[in-house]
């Protein structure tokens, strides 16, 4: 493993979230879950009513073909626009539930990286723990073994400032976890950063 990377990961074994903030992130990701399912179900619903409603138009269609009262060209013509319109009805509840799927994902990952960030971003794939680091930090320029510059993200400083964000040891320098090294992060986490910015707001608000 990169000495990089061990550094990194014992940085993070010295911090965790406060019970209250992580009692806040559980509170709201319920609310958030109760909100989506009820969205969801909404959407679903009317969609398989359209769908239901599709499908007797269909059936009446080719009855009428059997009947006799409807004539081949015409039978053609509607009975392949409403096919259409099932189809797309279908993509739609695929798509909606796909979403939620995806949804589902991201809130679990963060439930566990708010209850354990140690534990969560070690057994992480590298490339989202490198979108944990972007939470965390903003900026890091360090270079000959001296930091120049250490910009955190504007949510991570503020969880900090009010004892949101507990370090339980400081003896691992910042500057020990990027020898010689000058690393720029992105800060395009708006889904993770999302959700936890709703959960700070609460917890200021409270006060």
């Given amino acids: ?9 014992k940085r993070f074994k010295e911090m965790q979230f406060s019970q209250e903030f992580t009692d806040t992130v559980v509170r709201k990701t319920r609310e958030i879950l109760e909100e989506g ?11 398989f009513n359209n769908k239901t409603s599709l499908e007797t138009k269909r059936n009446k269609l080719e009855d009428a073909l059997l009947d006799g009262t409807i004539d081949r060209d015409t039978f053609k013509r509607k009975h392949s626009e409403i096919q259409a319109q099932i189809i797309k009805c279908d993509t739609q509840i695929q798509e909606i ?21 140690y534990k969560t971003y070690k057994q992480a ?27 955190p993200t504007p949510i991570f400083a503020i969880l900090r400032a009010n004892h949101q964000v507990i ?28 959700l936890y910015s709703k959960c700070f707001n609460y917890l200021t608000s409270c006060q």
């Fill in 167 to 194: 370090i339980t040891n400081s003896l691992l320098p910042l500057k020990d976890m990027f020898i010689n090294r000058e690393i720029e992060f992105d800060y395009s986490l708006e889904n993770l950063k999302i």
């Fill in 37 to 47: 399912r009820a969205t969801l179900a909404s959407r679903r619903q009317g969609l």
């Fill in 1 to 9: 493993m990169d000495s990089l990377e061990v550094l990194v990961e």
């Fill in 125 to 151: 794939p590298k490339f989202l723990k490198r979108h944990y680091l972007r939470f965390f930090f903003e900026k890091v320029m360090v270079k000959d073994k001296g930091v120049l510059e250490v910009v």
């Fill in 97 to 117: 539930e796909a979403k939620n799927r995806i949804d589902v994902d991201l809130i679990e990952e963060v439930l566990a990286f708010t209850r354990n960030i």
